[in-house]
């Protein structure tokens, strides 16, 4: 076996140090371009982590990533090429022989190839008939689900078993089917319809008698998830029980897949990287594998709307700020305050919708818990925004004597507290009516606590001001 260059071996050494993906890439292309390296590249495939060569791989350009492409060990290319994010796994297929992108699609694991093959340009169902018939199938059928249910991130290369088997049986039989299978630590027991009517684990069928019955020894009444459920329930029911893989079923509990942890975490991923993006004022939808690779029409697509629509919500904090114009005149130190209020009630709002979001994405709390949550964060609101109200008055009293500091504490007191509850509310409200509670973006939380802060801060001062200037 060649030796490998001294930068590849240092990607090889397990170490504290991550991938460098960009350096490897940047060795793959020097060696592309001689026999000597291209040897040393096929070594380097053959050992390395299939994720990490992928990561690797996704650095090059369309033209390298498929000069590389015969360099990777057959035995480890659809491993390889189903790491790749799906837009570069489609571009290598299109430039590939069809011979060897059917060797590819049928060595891919069946929930990869399904994507893979959706991926494809619209003339994909003239490879169908070179695939053989169980993969033809199969591919139809993972294909045929809607991108967010269960059905379109699961797996058909499962372990089952009948019943009747003995251990001794049953562990011979999951031996057999290894190595077409995703998994064998947990084998599904199924009934001659195919019904899911249990579930046992390999440690349990070696620990066993081998004279006893599989039917005696598996958990009747498994979890499982219906294949038209949302993906995101599927990955949350994974997260919450431990699973190792969730079988799938249909609406006759037939056993039709299972979904594994690994592509649970990648759906639990996917759902927190959008709702980060709606956090943050974006739109949700198609968004590239990698932040650097989007292209600035994309990222102007995603971000104008709200930014627009916040411009013309701000219109409303001008108006209120010309409706107090004589007051504001009569007293310039209010100006000097105004910022900082508004921004504290904006900052506050944010604190509460963040975790509020995040509690409400990950179940921790339901839409019947809005009435406990509002009694918990007025007391926090409001002992947040008497500890603020304190910290401004002194600043209040030294920049516009006991008048305006009293004016502004007050102030202080309300914004955060309205800013608070506007924040924690928003995103109930938005689950009600069946929409994202990542909706409620910082963004939009600010403007309006923006906006609600001015009036406040302006109908305080002038109930006070006048009052206290008359005696």
């Known amino acids: 076996m060649p030796e490998l260059d001294d930068e590849l071996a240092v990607a090889l050494r397990h170490s504290d140090e991550p991938f460098d993906a960009q350096a490897a890439a940047e060795v793959i292309r020097n060696d592309l371009g001689s026999e000597t390296g291209r040897s040393v590249l096929h070594s380097w495939f053959e050992q390395a982590p299939a994720v990490d060569v992928a990561d690797a791989l996704d650095e090059l350009s369309d033209d390298e990533l498929h000069a590389a492409l015969p360099l990777i060990p057959a035995k480890v290319q659809p491993d390889v090429v189903g790491y790749l994010p799906l837009h570069r796994q489609a571009e290598l297929a299109a430039r590939m022989p069809q011979a060897a992108l059917i060797t590819l699609l049928e060595n891919m694991s069946s929930d990869e190839r399904a994507d893979l093959f959706n991926a494809l340009p619209e003339d994909r169902e003239m490879l169908l008939p070179a695939l053989a018939q169980a993969e033809r199938e199969d591919i139809r059928r993972l294909a045929s689900y809607a991108e967010d249910s269960a059905g379109a991130i699961m797996n058909s290369q499962y372990a089952t078993l009948t019943p009747e088997l003995t251990a001794g049986q049953a562990i011979e039989e999951l031996r057999r089917i290894a190595p077409d299978r995703e998994t064998i630590y947990n084998a599904y027991v199924i009934n001659d319809q195919r019904e899911l009517i249990g579930v046992t684990t390999l440690r349990r069928l070696i620990l066993a008698q081998p004279g006893r019955r599989v039917g005696d020894m598996m958990e009747t009444k498994p979890i499982s998830v219906r294949v038209d459920e949302d993906r995101e329930a599927a990955a949350a029911k994974i997260a919450r029980y431990d699973f190792i893989a969730l079988p799938v079923v249909d609406a006759q509990h037939r056993m039709v897949g299972i979904i594994t942890a690994d592509d649970a975490m990648d759906v639990l991923a996917d759902a927190a990287t959008e709702d980060f993006q709606k956090s943050g004022g974006s739109l949700g939808g198609d968004w590239p594998t990698r932040m650097k690779d989007a292209t600035v029409r994309l990222l102007y697509q995603k971000r104008v709307f709200w930014l627009i629509l916040l411009v013309f919500a701000n219109i409303f904090s001008g108006a209120g700020i010309a409706y107090f114009e004589d007051l504001i005149t009569a007293n310039v ?54 500890t603020m109200a304190l910290a401004v008055s002194g600043v209040g009293l030294l920049r516009g004597g006991p008048a305006i500091a009293l004016v502004v504490a007050l102030t202080m007191l309300v914004v955060v507290i309205v800013g608070s509850l506007i924040g924690m509310l928003l995103p109930f409200l938005l689950s009600h009516f069946k929409a994202d509670p990542a909706a409620a973006s910082s963004p939009l939380i600010t403007t309006i606590a923006d906006g609600s802060g001015i009036l406040i801060y302006f109908a305080i001062a002038s109930a006070i001001l006048p009052a206290l200037a008359a005696r």
């Open 333 to 386: 130190a209010l100006v000097f305050f105004l910022p900082l209020l508004i921004d504290s009630g904006g900052n506050a709002g944010s604190q509460s919708s963040t975790l509020m979001v995040r509690a409400l994405a990950t179940g921790d709390v339901q839409m019947r818990d809005w009435a406990g949550m509002l009694g918990r964060e007025l007391a926090v609101a409001f002992l947040l925004g008497l």
